[in-house]
């Protein structure tokens, strides 16, 4: 599995941005996608998830209600939307996959950075 995340830059608090990962090598209809940060001085922390099938998503409380994750399942590409952006999510974002079931994430890509200033 090979996983490539791109989009991050740098926005003023309240914009928005969205990142992108793309996926290869092989199906993921049984895998879950992933997306983390981790900022400056701190640990890798969960943003966001989506089922590949189904679409099943889940969320960190700190990002409810302004980022939405989704995949186009033709592109092979899953999306983080982030809106309201604030300085606390100043990070790097990596995307990930696990096999459903499984609780590890076994697969992750490059990340990207996201600065948002105040």
């Known amino acids: 599995v090979q996983l490539q995340a791109s989009g991050g830059g740098l926005v003023q608090t309240g914009g928005s941005l969205r990142l992108s990962c793309a996926a290869s090598?092989?199906?993921?209809?049984?895998?879950?996608m992933g997306w983390f940060r981790q900022a400056p001085g701190k640990e890798r922390e969960f943003v966001a998830s989506?089922?590949?099938?189904?679409?099943?998503?889940d969320y960190a409380d700190s990002v409810k209600g302004r980022f939405t994750t989704s995949r186009d399942k033709f592109k092979n590409t899953v999306y983080l939307q982030m809106n309201s952006l604030k300085p606390d999510d100043t990070a790097i974002y990596y995307c990930?996959?696990?096999?459903?079931?499984?609780?590890?994430?076994?697969?992750w890509g490059p990340g990207t950075l996201v600065t948002v200033s105040s």
């Open positions: 990930a996959a696990r096999i459903f079931a499984t609780s590890n994430y076994s697969s």
């Open positions: 090598g092989r199906t993921f209809s049984n895998y879950i």
């Open positions: 989506i089922r590949w099938s189904g679409g099943r998503t």
